[in-house]
């Protein structure tokens, strides 16, 4: 599993790796919601010695890597009561508050977090796995089976035409609320065959001159999202009722709400929009 370009591994007999360092960042859940600091206005992830100072403790604990040469845990928290200290946000809305490393911080361990609590018996013969030191890895002393922090790779895909783009919503999001087409790789299949049976399958509309743009990690729980952006090359919109309550084109000036700015979903409705103007702009724009 790649890690967050500003995180390192730490070696086993690495000083900065003891749990005891009072600056230790700590990404802790409870019930899949991380729990921040309150600073003020702000809020933060918590160090060691902030959940020390209310005795929070974490259970399991896993160290992450370094960042900066300060080490970083996860781990879950039992109920936590009432407190003027602490606020539990969703991950999503923790974009909104923390610096943007500190946000892929949270999210890679969101997903180590969640694979903890899904690995801990054997898929082959129900016992329970140990830890394997040194990576992120479950083995089963019975039958040795190894097992990994899962990755479900997914495409995402803006099909366009001059003008317009055809987005599509899903019946439990906000109103007025539309993204892009997208779907997980099913077994056998390369990014390119998802990405036309799911268009095909969802809206019925056929696409060429594909493009790939660029992936994401969206830890919801454990998806790589990758982009493609499509031209729109004939049919007519058949919307699959079972997966979507709308599918529609819009125009580029009078687009509906779209998803969270964080989403590669946004930063490719962004990129061309702005390719508009600049056909040569890289995505993503920096």
Known sequence: MELPRFIRRAQADDPANAKGSPGAYW???IHERLLLV?????????????LEQHGLRTEPARLLGLMNDV???????????????FQLVDLRQAYAH????????????FQIEHWERTTRFCPVCGTSTEPVIGEHAKRCPDCSFFQYPRVSPCIIVLIY???QVLLTRQATWQPNMYSLVAGFVEPGESLEQCLRREIAEEVGVTVDDVECLGSQPWPFPHQLMVG???RYAGGEIALDALELEDAKWFDLDALPTLSSPQSISRQIINWHLASRHDPELPFPMK
Do not use: K, M
């Open 27 to 29: 990404c802790a859940f």
């Open 38 to 50: 309150r600073d003020g206005d702000q809020l933060r992830l918590p160090t060691a010695s902030t």
């Open 71 to 85: 080490p970083c845990y996860v781990g879950a928290l039992p109920e936590l009561e009432d407190d003027e200290h």
């Open 98 to 109: 923390l610096p943007e490393h500190h946000y892929s911080l949270a999210g890679y361990a």
């Open 161 to 163: 035409r001059p003008g």
């Open 228 to 230: 493609f952006r499509a």
